[in-house]
């Protein structure tokens, strides 16, 4: 079975801080996502990660930024944590073949609030 | 630019009832791919189905079917006999073929099954 796992379930920030949210998976996938879940609002890719060093922003990247030094990681850094970033985050991996595009694996998510 | 709208925010049935969640997606791609996937109140999006555009054929797995027109550019999704633990967020997602592995999510259907 494919694990992604992400370093916290629950965090508390506060404003101005530097926070990192690392997430890990074991499948040799390619491509790892950071999402953003808000009410009503579904998930909203906020960068996207095909290969190591490799990142492509997303719909919604302003205030975020992300690092890839290894296949298995991706984080995702909040450099200035502001509170309309208060929110669930996810992270994903898929497999590449060609232009099919396979079903992604989520983590449990990290629920962080900026205080 | 890519859109997937899940109309029904909220539905509520009895156990046992039959329910239809509604999607509905915009692309200009010829070529691409549905997805659905589940949110248990456990968080984490465990995926459901995937279908490509050339392929219409209704599918059906155990009390879950899908329901693909390309017609109308819909991909519904049906519970038969639905239970408490059908109880989640169930989500839409379309990813084009030009859109490198990127998926567009809808606004997620919460469904509550009250026994």
């Known amino acids: 079975d494919v694990k992604v796992t992400q370093s916290s379930r629950y965090l508390v920030k506060r404003t101005g801080e530097k926070v990192f949210l690392e997430c890990v998976q074991d499948m040799d996938h390619e491509n790892m996502f950071w999402y953003r879940q808000d009410p009503g609002l579904g998930l909203r890719l906020i960068y996207f990660?095909?290969?190591?060093?490799?990142?492509e922003k997303g719909d919604i990247p302003e205030g975020y930024s992300v690092s890839r030094e290894k296949k298995e990681r991706f984080s995702l850094i909040l450099e200035s944590a502001s509170t309309n970033q208060t929110s669930m985050y996810l992270c994903a991996s898929s497999p590449t073949a060609g232009t099919l595009t396979y079903e992604q694996y989520f983590g449990p998510g990290t629920r962080l609030t900026v205080t | 630019a890519q859109k997937v709208t899940q109309a029904q925010t909220e539905i509520s049935v009895v156990e046992k009832e039959d329910v239809t969640l509604d999607c509905v997606y915009e692309t200009r791609d010829t070529t691409y791919y549905l997805f659905w996937y589940k949110q248990p109140p456990s968080g984490e999006l465990v995926f459901l189905i995937r279908?490509?555009?050339?392929?219409?054929q209704n599918e059906i797995s155990g009390r879950y079917s899908w329901n693909f027109q390309k017609s109308t550019s819909s991909f519904n999704f049906t519970i038969t006999a639905s239970q408490v633990v059908d109880s989640a967020v169930y989500f839409c997602a379309l990813s084009g073929i030009n859109a490198g592995n990127m998926l567009t999510f809808g606004g997620g259907t919460r469904l509550m099954v009250k026994p």
């Open positions: 279908r490509n555009s050339f392929d219409e």
């Open positions: 990660s095909y290969d190591v060093k490799m990142k």
